[in-house]
């Protein structure tokens, strides 16, 4: 007969073994404590009631970090119909126990009764840990969840380059010039361009990007601005695009869409990834984007490290 499986919220105490369990089972996503609280219990929209732990004889077996929003998000407002799941493993030992399904099971049911009527995996803005579920890191959890109803919507990937000996090749110096010769320019944002950068990025990339774009440049114009570069497109006084880079982590980039396909983005990429190595950085990576995006990447010498499956389930 199979043991009892208690599931219960988070409580305090919990912090090391659930730590030590996340560890275990999210093995290419692990986290310490200091990342722990600070994204996630200390997170706007954490509720303990969201963090359920599954206990079989009185240990712990298993976890499921689950989001809903209590406060907005910028102009996104509270998405009252949105809820998010952003981690959850088992224990080894008790897989194939019944453990992953009650834990879904009592997630599904809390957002069902808060009237939340569609739940993905895993893209939750600001605090998501993984764009979803690596399919080569986590091939049964992707199983199981698939044989419990759920659908895959995207497939993001993740790349990394190694940015020794990188140069910026010459026909992308030649590209530079050509696109000079019309007016468009890429150089280091300066605190003039704030008034238009920022509705820019809103209007054509929304407010996951702008959160995104201030939390750089309130480094990038105080203190730690030696680990950020962030470049902006011009056509004369108009901005047409921008890039940015803090530390290892590139991105993300844009163009407007109606000045696409001139060389831009390739331009915003390679100078940007040029402005890093000077900097003493040796590698670059970012944690998503799609295939199309990716042959840009490429490129500049990316490669495809990780894929992830986003999830979508509804609630009827």
Known sequence: MAEHVTIRPYRGADEAALLALWNATLIHDRIDAARFRCQVLLDANFDPAGLLLAEVGGRLAGFLLSI???????RQGL?????????????????RQGVGRRLFDAALER??????????????????????????????????LQGSGWQVISQPISMQADLTGFQVPAEVAALEAALAQQGIVVRP?????LPALM???????GWDWFRFAQDYLLQCFGPGSDEICFLVATRGQEIVGYCQ????????????????????????????????LAKGFHCAWFLWTGSNAARVYRQAGFRQVRQFAILERTIA
């Open 189 to 193: 944002v300066q605190a003039a361009d």
């Open 68 to 74: 809903a929003r209590q406060v907005p998000q910028f």
């Open 79 to 95: 998405e009252p119909e949105l809820a998010w799941i952003t981690a959850f493993g088992v224990d080894s030992q008790r897989r």
């Open 245 to 276: 880079q803090r530390r290892e982590r590139f991105g993300p980039f844009g163009v407007d869409p109606a000045q696409r396909g001139q060389g831009i983005g390739r331009l915003l990429l390679f100078r940007c990834l040029d402005a890093m």
């Open 199 to 205: 509705p820019f990025i809103v209007q054509h990339f």
């Open 111 to 144: 957002f069902a009764g808060q009237g939340r009527r569609r739940v993905l995996i895993s893209p939750y803005t600001p605090n998501y840990f993984t764009p979803g579920v690596d399919v080569d890191a986590y091939p049964a959890a992707l199983a199981f």
